[in-house]
């Protein structure tokens, strides 16, 4: 089997060749539709306007048929997900009031948290802009003054709060990149995705050693979940079962190493191109919720890793007002409830 190699930019998944989009848009105007009538309905975004997917119950993201963006005036829509898409820029670039740097794990409770913060706050309605890649790339955004090349596009949206990992968080308050203190809300245990019907009969971490077996797993270079992954595998197997899926499976091209495993693993599954892959157990919950062909198997809790979520405000963020707003709210009992949704659990701190 062929290695796998994945030195992509972060448009690998948001967007790829500008003629390959402008024949599927073309496409996508005139073919009649061929999509499921089972397939779910568009969520009632922010400004209480729905828009509807060209193909219901496509695999690619994203995955919430424009949920994610706040804008009041989206203008033309030019979006081919297949071929043409940034999945984790949320909202309009110009004049935001509120830019969160968001790690990508929980992109898809941005919708209706963001929905409720302008409830709540009305004076930010339209104007927040948040990113959803991983803590790490975030990170080097920041220290990069917040610019952004994705594919053929170059902006910048300077970040007025950091979440992520409360590690993390602590680590970058020390460093001087963020002001103190860090407020923790939620956490998250892992699970193993794979796809429906589990064809490889993955029943454990120990299974995803098992000969024949092809893995998306999240690469260490870029994402800190693999840290934690690692862990609840020497947990369960030892040195031997981390090696299996980390070496001896990057080696033999049995493993694949994502560089946004929010939206590669899932995706990489739908398409058939692996049978596991370790992940947050909330984006499991959203994949079956979004009625996508994905399952979850649980890791016991004494093999599980569990991570604390936590945010900060940037230092000399432009708008630090409104990001310490935001820090108030994501651990309010409103947005704990929609953590709840996906199955998050409200952070308590040991005692």
């Not at 073919?31 to 309905?41: G, I």
């Not at 992520?164 to 020390?174: H, T």
């Not at 991570?307 to 409104?322: C, D, F, L, S």
Request: proline residues 8%; neutral net charge; hydrophobic residues 45%.
């Amino acid at each position: 089997m062929t290695k796998y190699s994945f030195k992509l930019p972060l448009a690998a998944v948001a967007g790829v060749a500008m003629m390959a989009a402008m024949a599927s848009l073309a496409h996508a105007q005139s073919a009649p539709s061929t999509a499921p009538t089972a397939a779910p309905a568009p969520y009632e975004g922010w400004g209480g306007k729905a828009e509807t997917p060209r193909y219901l119950g496509q695999i690619f993201p994203p995955w919430q048929h424009g949920a994610n963006n706040d804008a009041i005036d989206r203008g033309f829509d030019f979006s081919v997900p297949e071929a043409d898409d940034m999945a984790d820029f949320h909202g309009d670039v110009n004049n935001p009031k509120l830019v969160l740097y968001v790690a990508g794990n929980y992109y898809f409770a941005m919708a209706p948290l963001v929905k409720e913060f302008e409830t709540e706050n009305p004076q930010y309605k339209g104007h927040v802009f948040a990113i959803t890649i991983p803590p790490g790339m975030l990170v080097k955004a920041m220290r990069a003054g917040g610019t952004f090349t994705s594919g053929n596009m170059t902006f910048t949206a300077k970040p007025d709060a950091y979440l992520a990992g409360l590690k993390a968080v602590n680590a970058l308050i020390k460093s001087g990149d963020l002001t103190g203190p860090a407020v923790p809300y939620v956490t998250n245990d892992l699970t193993i995705m794979v796809p429906k019907g589990n064809p490889a009969h993955i029943t454990s971490l120990a299974d995803l050693a098992k000969p024949g077996v092809r893995l998306v797993m999240p690469n260490p270079a870029f994402e800190g979940v693999a840290g934690q992954i690692e862990s609840s595998l020497k947990k369960a197997g030892g040195d031997a079962l981390v090696d299996a899926v980390y070496k001896t499976g990057v080696a033999n091209g049995t493993t694949i190493l994502t560089h946004i495993h929010h939206r590669q693993t899932p995706l990489f599954l739908m398409q058939g191109l692996a049978d596991a892959g370790v992940t947050w157990k909330s984006e499991a919950i959203f994949q079956e919720q979004a009625g996508h062909p994905i399952e979850d198997i649980s890791i016991p809790a004494d093999v599980n890793t569990t991570a604390i979520y936590a945010g900060a405000v940037v230092k000399g963020a432009a708008h630090p007002a409104a990001a310490k707003a935001w820090l108030t709210f994501i651990h309010s009992p409103k947005a704990l409830a929609i953590f709840e949704t996906y199955q998050f659990k409200p952070y308590t701190a040991a005692k």
